[in-house]
């Protein structure tokens, strides 16, 4: 009798304690999420980036130069790293490099691995010949940096949300004899905040990635400086201890920050920054519209287009194209180079659909050595289309390669998984 009135409690116990479970399941974070960071800024004289009229090195640090990691994966072991840095652009040589070397270490491959530049003016020029060994030791360091965010995958939740900020300036003024490079207030600008929120099981806030198109000019000085993007992330780490706040730079290449020219400046531009994302979200936390909760699958593409000179003799490119789609609730856009302002507002509204994910859309990710200008631009003429002189397809090229891999990403009927690189 006592064996038959055990199992009778057994049986009456199990159903609470599977129901249990589910809930348990059921209310459990729906991603993984680790962070990590290093300092970056040199220990040895080195040129200056940004502005070939500096021929001195840098003369001391005012603000340390950083790296920072994120690896977010998905419920079904899909990965993504997003590498962001204090430097002007992510060169070839480089991106191979750590592609290279993070793949073999941590099996990520390179279309799960965003590298973006905060393109700051106030960094080294890493890629000349006496900064070989300044060179290696940052490959070394981005390497392990990856590694570190991956050993810190726990247990989170993730959302976006998004602000305004409003000190970025078109800098293309016409005048009588084409356009200068001067503010121009009327010109088109893209003043939104994006916001990545990643949040513990236990609902604390553990690292923020957000964004801003303007170029990281506010100061030309011959000292280490992270500009306005290092003041945000510095400012905002300071107001949230224990949060790992990044950056990701906009379609940046027409826009600049006023007023500049003066660190006071630009440490205004960052708490301005920072702000907006404090912003973004409080209006996130009332207002739940504003404020999308992340599912999967984690997604993500990246494909070459190839993009044609208009210069005699000098060779075609081969253009970096990059998503990453967070299901149905957001999808980084990443734009190798120097992207103009046109092909965000482009792309946000013509990738925009009722139900369909958030777009947010980085330039100088991936590659780092031309300018990106629109068919207006090109048009127009200027220093953003006279540097680099492109045939008139070069807009069409890209936006159709960018429409292609997010309809190919939007395919729920294909596997939830990372996509092959070409």
Known sequence: MMRNLALCLLLAVLPAVSARAAEDQAAAPPWKAGVASAVITPQIPLRMAGYAGRKDPAEGTEQDLFAKALAIEDADGNRVVILSMDLIGVIDRLRTAVAEQVEQKYQLPPEALLMNASHTHCGPAYGRDEAKDYFDSLTVTLVDLVGKAIEQIQPASLSYCRARCGFAMNRRTPTANGYRNHPNPDGPVD????????????????????????????????????????????????????????????????????????????????????????????????????????????????????????????????????????????????????????????????????????????????????????????????????????????????????????????????????????
């Open 191 to 422: 003043h939104t905040v994006p916001v990545l929120r990643v949040a513990g099981a236990g609902g604390e806030l553990r690292a923020m990635l957000f964004g801003y198109t303007c170029h990281n000019t506010t100061m030309g000085f011959l000292r280490w400086l992270g500009d306005y993007a290092g003041y945000a992330q510095e400012y905002f780490e300071k107001d949230h201890p224990g949060a790992t706040a990044m950056f990701l730079m906009g379609c940046s290449a027409d826009q600049n920050p006023y007023p500049r020219s003066e660190l006071d400046y630009a440490k205004k531009h960052g708490r301005s920054l920072a702000t907006a994302v404090e912003a973004a979200l409080e209006v996130g936390q009332r207002t739940p519209l504003h404020q999308r909760p992340l599912a999967g699958p984690l997604r993500c593409v990246l494909e070459m287009v190839n993009l044609e000179s208009a210069t005699p003799n000098r060779p075609d490119c081969a253009y970096p194209v990059q998503i990453i789609r967070f299901g149905d609730g957001l999808a980084i856009v990443a734009l190798g180079q120097e992207v103009v302002v046109d092909y965000a507002l482009r792309l946000k509204r013509e990738l925009a659909e009722e139900g369909g994910p958030a777009i947010w859309v980085a330039g100088y990710s991936n590659s780092y050595d031309d300018y990106i200008a629109s068919a207006r631009v090109l048009e127009e003429g200027g220093y953003e289309a006279q540097c680099c002189p492109w045939k008139p397809t070069l807009e069409e090229r890209i936006v159709g390669k960018v429409h292609e891999l997010h309809n190919r990403l939007g395919n729920t009927s294909a596997k939830p998984s990372a996509e092959g690189s070409k």
